[in-house]
């Protein structure tokens, strides 16, 4: 069984910044595209940021371009989100997601493919 847990949520105030971390249990990571998704209030859990298994290839969502960037560590198994100038809107529950594309260079952007699902950590952001 996989298992995949995130850490760094917390309450901070519009326009501050955070780290998210994501640790994994197999300790073949490279097999894994990781993905971060978020679950606001209300709202069905939606693609943040992907990273493909090597590395190589990132893709963030249009409402986070520019602000928050993925990125992964092989060998420290963990994978990032840095989210910086934060806004209201960010508040949610943000996931850390594990799927095993054939294709090296794939971010994975479709919740349903992926395989395996952290339990989640809050993110609240106060005006």
């Known amino acids: 069984q996989v298992q995949l847990k995130e850490s760094g949520g917390g309450l901070v105030q519009a326009g501050a910044s955070l780290r998210l971390s994501c640790s994994i249990s197999?300790?073949?990571?490279?097999?894994?595209?990781m993905g971060w998704f978020r679950q606001g209030p209300g709202n069905e859990r939606e693609f943040v940021c992907g990273?493909?298994?090597?590395?190589?290839?990132?893709g963030c969502a249009d409402s986070v371009k520019g602000r928050f960037t993925i990125a992964r560590d092989n060998d420290q198994k963990m994978t990032y989100l840095q989210m910086n100038s934060l806004k209201l809107d960010d508040t949610a529950v943000y996931y850390c997601?594990?799927?095993?594309?054939?294709?090296?260079?794939?971010?994975?952007?479709?919740?349903?493919?992926?395989?395996?699902w952290g339990q989640g950590t809050q993110v609240t952001v106060s005006s």
């Open positions: 997601a594990a799927d095993t594309p054939l294709i090296r260079d794939q971010v994975v952007r479709d919740r349903w493919v992926y395989e395996h």
């Open positions: 197999d300790p073949i990571f490279n097999h894994y595209a």
């Open positions: 990273i493909s298994r090597v590395g190589s290839t990132t």
